[in-house]
């Protein structure tokens, strides 16, 4: 399949600028080349801009850039669609994370169409698991999981869901800040999570390995929403939304070499990396070098590689 490179400078559903030159710091870091050293054709489809809408209040008034959001939304769905559509391995380079959900809902719509099953891994501090009521930040990055789900609480704003996310075919890693109205709806939507205990307790082959066989059995489709927040501060300081206690280096490498030992990704999201927070670039460097274990980068011949 074609690597397609899909820049979204999305940066309306934070409170803190900078998620604007995400794509370009990824590309700087030399995504394009290190995946080409790996064998893959890559195309850059550059960036992608949403076209403006009517202007949306709702009643919460925490809640801002609501029309700058649903726009993104719609144009990122539409993108999504079409390259799954067309069969290439789409990653979407943001951006903060309001932008999964167009990213997530036009995926899940192809799979539909091809009658397949589409599975999420969610790598994150956060569920994003707020709906427009629910929000006491207002930040709209708090809430695309929710709406792919197909949730209550967006009707009448986001774009009316075609085809939602099976709150069964969803594992999210790494969850350490997680609000009280996220806690009760991911219960109730009954979301397999994995907090930080839980990986301190297991390590991460095992909840990896469990998640990675469903898919497999399902026949699945399985799209990666990667936030660079998922890893600890100390190696990814470039983020508005650090949480102490994330990934180690090793954990996330791990992760990505058996995500790509199982042939199963088909789609990718990089987002709510913030260079203008960076030290010299090692946020994008580092983001860029899980990457590359993700498409096959390896040390040596590891058996369980095919
Ligand atoms: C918090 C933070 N739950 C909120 N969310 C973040 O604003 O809704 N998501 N940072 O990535
Ligand atoms: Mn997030
Ligand atoms: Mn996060
Ligand atoms: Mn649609």
Same mark, same amino acid.
Request: net charge negative.
């Given at each position: 399949?074609?690597?397609?490179?899909?820049?979204?400078?999305?940066?309306?559903?934070?409170?803190?600028?900078g998620?604007?030159?995400?794509?370009?710091?990824?590309?700087?870091a030399?995504?394009?080349?290190?995946?080409?050293?790996?064998?893959?054709?890559?195309?850059?489809?550059?960036?992608?801009?949403?076209?403006?809408?009517?202007?949306?209040?709702?009643?919460?008034?925490?809640?801002?850039?609501?029309?700058?959001?649903?726009?993104?939304?719609?144009?990122l769905?539409?993108?999504?669609?079409?390259?799954?559509?067309?069969?290439?391995?789409?990653?979407?380079?943001?951006?903060?994370?309001?932008?999964?959900?167009?990213?997530?809902?036009?995926?899940?719509?192809?799979?539909?169409e091809?009658?397949?099953?589409?599975?999420?891994?969610?790598?994150?501090?956060?569920?994003?698991?707020?709906?427009?009521?629910?929000?006491?930040?207002?930040?709209?990055?708090?809430?695309?999981?929710?709406?792919?789900?197909?949730?209550?609480?967006?009707?009448?704003?986001?774009?009316?869901?075609?085809?939602?996310?099976?709150?069964?075919?969803?594992?999210?890693?790494?969850?350490?800040?997680?609000?009280?109205?996220?806690?009760?709806a991911?219960?109730?939507?009954?979301i397999?999570?994995?907090d930080?205990?839980?990986?301190?307790?297991?390590?991460?082959?095992k909840?990896?390995?469990?998640?990675?066989?469903?898919?497999?059995?399902?026949n699945?489709?399985?799209?990666?929403?990667?936030?660079?927040? *998922? @890893? #600890?501060?100390?190696?990814?300081? =470039?983020?508005?939304? /650090?949480?102490?206690?994330?990934?180690? $280096?090793?954990?996330?490498?791990?992760?990505?070499?058996?995500l790509?030992?199982?042939?199963?990704?088909?789609?990718?999201?990089?987002?709510?990396?913030?260079? *203008? @927070? #960076?030290v010299?670039?090692?946020? =994008?460097?580092?983001? /860029?070098?899980?990457?590359?274990?993700? $498409?096959g980068?390896?040390?040596?011949?590891?058996?369980?590689?095919?």
């Amino acid at each position: 399949n074609t690597v397609v490179l899909i820049g979204a400078p999305v940066q309306t559903g934070t409170n803190i600028q900078g998620c604007v030159m995400g794509p370009d710091a990824l590309r700087t870091a030399g995504l394009q080349g290190s995946l080409e050293a790996l064998g893959y054709s890559v195309i850059d489809r550059g960036n992608v801009l949403p076209e403006p809408g009517p202007n949306r209040v709702h009643s919460n008034s925490a809640v801002h850039h609501l029309s700058d959001t649903i726009s993104w939304t719609e144009k990122l769905h539409a993108v999504a669609l079409e390259e799954m559509r067309e069969g290439s391995l789409p990653l979407f380079l943001g951006g903060d994370h309001s932008m999964a959900a167009g990213t997530v809902s036009g995926i899940a719509q192809a799979a539909e169409e091809a009658g397949e099953e589409q599975f999420v891994l969610w790598l994150d501090a956060h569920p994003d698991f707020h709906n427009l009521s629910t929000t006491s930040s207002g930040n709209l990055h708090g809430t695309p999981a929710a709406y792919f789900c197909g949730l209550s609480g967006f009707e009448g704003y986001y774009p009316k869901l075609n085809t939602a996310i099976k709150p069964e075919n969803i594992c999210m890693m790494g969850l350490r800040s997680v609000d009280n109205p996220e806690r009760s709806a991911l219960q109730k939507a009954g979301i397999e999570t994995y907090d930080m205990r839980r990986i301190d307790e297991n390590g991460v082959v095992k909840p990896v390995t469990e998640f990675l066989s469903r898919v497999k059995k399902a026949n699945g489709r399985l799209h990666v929403s990667f936030d660079v927040d *998922f @890893l #600890d501060p100390d190696i990814a300081p =470039a983020v508005g939304t /650090t949480v102490p206690g994330g990934a180690t $280096f090793r954990e996330a490498h791990l992760i990505m070499e058996m995500l790509c030992d199982s042939q199963l990704v088909t789609s990718v999201d990089l987002v709510e990396l913030n260079p *203008f @927070l #960076d030290v010299r670039g090692r946020t =994008a460097t580092l983001m /860029t070098d899980l990457v590359s274990s993700l $498409f096959g980068k390896q040390v040596l011949d590891h058996p369980n590689r095919a």
